[in-house]
Structure formats: structure tokens, C-alpha cells
């Protein structure tokens, strides 16, 4: 066990050590200089003198374009080296992991994968509805405030995909029988309850990251135009965004319990609690990202854009945020006592409404302790990086060499952090400490915080890309790449690894209830 640690802790920092990417100005540089070698029409007379000093005891034909390209190409070498051996460590952790004689740590490592690929398809299935949406728009300035337009266009977008997503869910709550034999692409019969399960938590899980991110979208614009003028009134904007969160669910809940069929409860329980489930992951992920925003608002002492840059935060400032983060890890312990007393017996109805605001309240409150500090710690890891490198970057300015560079510290600090409080967590449980439940908690942080940067580094991958084109070539080419991304992606996803994390949360359950 402890030559496992040790192994899981090198790789940790391999991945930090050799993170890097090619920089997205090469090919660039390399272009404009060939048109220059050819401008000159390769004659040795036509190079500048000033190109030859201070190179003694070279030969006199060699031409600074040659040199150039053998640094373009020891840059693009190292990088390709450095993208292999972070690969590699990444995996390696993966496997260590995967196979731990813990099983907290299993369970823990499928729900990081999961997560991860779950909000990066989400996020970028999002993006590419978001552009279809307003290609009759101009062109989208982060840097201005969003106009009535597009503040029309995404409340649209979020309050229709919420009364889609319920809907879809709805129709799949009950299995009907079919035939014999005949099965779904889920590689499970139709007439299975593990069918139904399954189905409900495939769509669910995705469904509510991409709901996140419409809400994100929706309460980014409503505290950027209407309470950016100080930052005791971005707080008001947050409860005000709270508030509409809230009546949104109120009125999803009384729904549901007026669709209610007498007589076929245990079979509608699955689907009451994933549609309870969702709205409290969709709305804890967007409502940890506009606390977020009030946090580096009081800290920068203007209100931040959702997509403004890292750069150009002192050092003072990068520290504050990372306090703030840690601040939200101690608020989550008690906040998590607090939710398990008042969680347990299991989820109640929805007819049931003083029981089940209890509950949805104390289980919104923990999930938004995790995603504001997520939040909180994936902005302290951009500024952190720019400030370091003062503003220029590992990668001579590459914004997509400093997603990977940061992908792989926060992978680094996952795997190091998830290790140590599992072990903290396991010796409170053999002495019956309530505190365990935070931790465990605590952990599902980290799921996030990598789900999150891959989901920042596909995202600037997916634009990088993307760059030849223009116009609406540009958002038919992202939508193409996104839907091959997410048909490759998700079946995989379904069969094989959202099925472990159920499982692993049913263990769980299991060994919380059972007699110490």
C-alpha cells in the first residue's frame, strides 16, 4: 500500500512537470515566415546584416529563417514529449485508482470520470445550440455587456429545455413490455427496472449539466447588466437568482405531485427522485458559479464577466480567492452534518411538502458549498497560472497550453487530495465521527474541479479548431464536431461507466445505514 501511494504521488507530480501543449502561434509564425524566405527569394544577399551579429564561428550561409525553424521545431518537440508523458501519468493514476483495495477510492475514481465526461459533453452540446441559436446575431463580444437579444435568446433556451427535460423524464418513468429479446441501445431489456434506472440516470445526469450551463448562461447576463454597480447588490442578484431557481422547482414539484398515479408509487419513485436530483445539480452548478462571481467581484473590486480573461490579477488577489475557496470547504462540514441529520430516512414525497423543502434545501445547500468552492478553485488555478508566468504563459501565449498545464495540476491535486481524505475519512468512520459525511462530500469536490477544467480545455480545443472558418460555416463545423465528440463519447459513457457510479452510490448508501 504505501509503494502504491508513493507511485500515485510521483505520477501526480509528473503531471505537473511535463504538462504543455503546442502553442497555437506556431503554425502562424511559421507561415509568416516563409512568405518572408520567400519575399527575399532565399538569396544569402538579401539578409541583413544585423542578422549575422554575434554569431562567431558560424558558417556564412546559414539563414536566420533555418534557425527559426529548428526552434519552432524543438518547441513543438518538447511540447509533443510533454503531452506523452502526461498521458501517460494520467492514465497510470487512472489504473491505480480503478484497482485500489479501497473501495471508497473506486467508487470515487468512476464518479470523477463520469462527472468529467458528463459536463464536457454537456457543455459543449450547449455552446453549439447557443450558437445555432444566434447566428442571426452579430458577433458575441465577452468583453460588452450582452444585449436584450441574446439575454431573450438564452432565458429561452433555459426555461425551454427545463420543461423539455421534465417532460422527457416524465414519459420515461414507467417501462412498458416488449417484445421478447428486443433490446435498447442501452444493452438492456425494455421491460427491466435496470433498464428504466438506467435510462432515467443517463438522461438525467446529462440533462442537468446542460441545464447548469443554460442557467449559467441566463444569471451570468442578469448580474453583468443589472447588478454590476456594487458588490453588496451582486449579492441581492444572487438571492434574486436563488429565488427564481427556487420558483422554478416549486412549480416542477406540484406538477409532478398532481401527475401522480394512485396505486403505482414504487414505481415512480426513481423518476421523483432523479427529477429532484437534477434540479438540484443544474441549480447548485449555476448558482456556485454567480456566488463565484460575487467572490471575485469583492476581491477585484469590479464585476467579472463569465468569459473575461485570467489575466492580470496581482498576486495578493490570486491568494484571496484561493481563501475564499478553502473557505467554502470548511462552511461545507457543518452544512453536511447538518443535511445528513436532516436527510436521513431516505427522499421523501413531494406531496409532503414541509419534509421534502427540509430536504431539497439541505441538500441544495451542500451541493452549492461544493460547486462555489469548485468554482472558486478553478478561477484560482487561471489566475494562479498567469501570475506565475506574468502574464506570458508556458507556451509563448497559448491560452490552450495553459488549459492542458492546468487540467494537469488540478489532476495532480485531485489524485493527491482524494487519497489522504479518503484515508482521514476512513479512520472517523471506525470511530463513529459525523464528520465522515463531509469529507466524503469534500471529495465530490474534486469530481468537479476536474470535470470543470476539462471541460474549460475541450471547450478552447473545440475553437482552436474551429479558427478557419467563419460566419455560419463556423457554427455548422463546431455543431458537426460536437455531435461526432458526443456519439463516439456517449454510448460508452452509459454502458460502462455511469453504471459503475450507480452502483457505487447504492454501496455507499448501504454502508451509511448499516449498524456501527
Known amino acids: 500500500m504505501a509503494l502504491r501511494n508513493i507511485a500515485v504521488i510521483a505520477l501526480s507530480f509528473l503531471l505537473v512537470a511535463t504538462s504543455g501543449t503546442v502553442p497555437s502561434n506556431v503554425q502562424h509564425e511559421h507561415r509568416q515566415h516563409d512568405g518572408h524566405h520567400e519575399e527575399q527569394g532565399g538569396s544569402e544577399a538579401n539578409v541583413p546584416p544585423e542578422h549575422s551579429d554575434g554569431h562567431e564561428g558560424n558558417k556564412a ?8 525553424e529548428n526552434k519552432i521545431a524543438r518547441v513543438v518537440t518538447k511540447a509533443l514529449s510533454s503531452e506523452l508523458l502526461c498521458t501517460v501519468a494520467w492514465v497510470m493514476c487512472l489504473s491505480y485508482f480503478i484497482n485500489s483495495a479501497d473501495r471508497d477510492i473506486i467508487n470515487t475514481t468512476w464518479h470523477i470520470i463520469s462527472e468529467m465526461i458528463s459536463i464536457f459533453m454537456a457543455v459543449l452540446l450547449y455552446n453549439a445550440v447557443s450558437r445555432i441559436a444566434n447566428v442571426s446575431l452579430a458577433a458575441v463580444d465577452h468583453h460588452k455587456p450582452p444585449t436584450w437579444e441574446m439575454r431573450i435568446s438564452a432565458a429561452v433556451r433555459m426555461v425551454g429545455f427545463f ?3 421534465a417532460f422527457v423524464l416524465y414519459k420515461l418513468r414507467f417501462h412498458r413490455p416488449t417484445k421478447e429479446g428486443r433490446h435498447s441501445f442501452l444493452g438492456l431489456e425494455q421491460n427491466s427496472p435496470k433498464h428504466k434506472l438506467r435510462v432515467l440516470r443517463v438522461v438525467g445526469t446529462l440533462g442537468a449539466h446542460f441545464l447548469g450551463f443554460a442557467m449559467i448562461d441566463v444569471f451570468g447576463m442578469i448580474l453583468e447588466v443589472h447588478f454590476d454597480k456594487h458588490v453588496l447588490l451582486c449579492l441581492v442578484g444572487f438571492v434574486v437568482c436563488v429565488l427564481i431557481v427556487s420558483l422554478m422547482h416549486v ?3 406540484y406538477i409532478r405531485t398532481k401527475l401522480k398515479l394512485p396505486g403505482r408509487e414504487r414505481e415512480e419513485e426513481e423518476w421523483m427522485e432523479v427529477c429532484a436530483e437534477l434540479e438540484n445539480e443544474s441549480a447548485s452548478l449555476a448558482m456556485g458559479l454567480v456566488l463565484s462571481l460575487f467572490v471575485r467581484f469583492a476581491i477585484t473590486g469590479h464585476m467579472p464577466r463569465i468569459h473575461s480573461p485570467a489575466q492580470g490579477h496581482s498576486v495578493g488577489e490570486v491568494w484571496k480567492l484561493f481563501a475564499c475557496a478553502l473557505g467554502f470547504g470548511v462552511l461545507l462540514i457543518p452544512v453536511a452534518v447538518i443535511g445528513a441529520h436532516a436527510k436521513h430516512g431516505g427522499h421523501p414525497e413531494d406531496d409532503n411538502w ?3 423543502v427540509v430536504h431539497r434545501a439541505s441538500d441544495f445547500a451542500e451541493r452549492l458549498m461544493i460547486m462555489s468552492m469548485g468554482w472558486c478553485l478553478l478561477y484560482w488555478g487561471k489566475w494562479f497560472y498567469w501570475e506565475v508566468t506574468n502574464n506570458k504563459g508556458l507556451m509563448t501565449d497559448s491560452l490552450m497550453g495553459g488549459e492542458m498545464v492546468q487540467v494537469m495540476l488540478f489532476s495532480a491535486i485531485s489524485f493527491i ?3 489522504h481524505i479518503d484515508c482521514v475519512a476512513d479512520y472517523l468512520r471506525e470511530r463513529g465521527s459525523e464528520y465522515e459525511v463531509a469529507l466524503r462530500r469534500l471529495i465530490t469536490m474534486f469530481a468537479l474541479l476536474m470535470g470543470l477544467s476539462w471541460e474549460s480545455a475541450f471547450t478552447s480545443a473545440v475553437h482552436v479548431i474551429g479558427e478557419d472558418f467563419e460566419g455560419t460555416a463556423r457554427v455548422l463545423f463546431d455543431a458537426v464536431l460536437t455531435l461526432g465528440i458526443c456519439l463516439a463519447v456517449l454510448p460508452a459513457w452509459a454502458w460502462h461507466i455511469l453504471p459503475k457510479t450507480i452502483r457505487g452510490v447504492d ?10
Open 61 to 68: 550561409n546559414v539563414h536566420p529563417e533555418h534557425h527559426h
Open 507 to 516: 454501496r455507499a448508501l448501504t454502508k451509511s445505514l448499516s449498524p456501527r
Open 417 to 419: 487530495s482524494i487519497r
Open 163 to 165: 420543461v423539455l427535460l
Open 251 to 253: 412549480v416542477a414539484s
Open 354 to 356: 414541509k419534509v421534502c
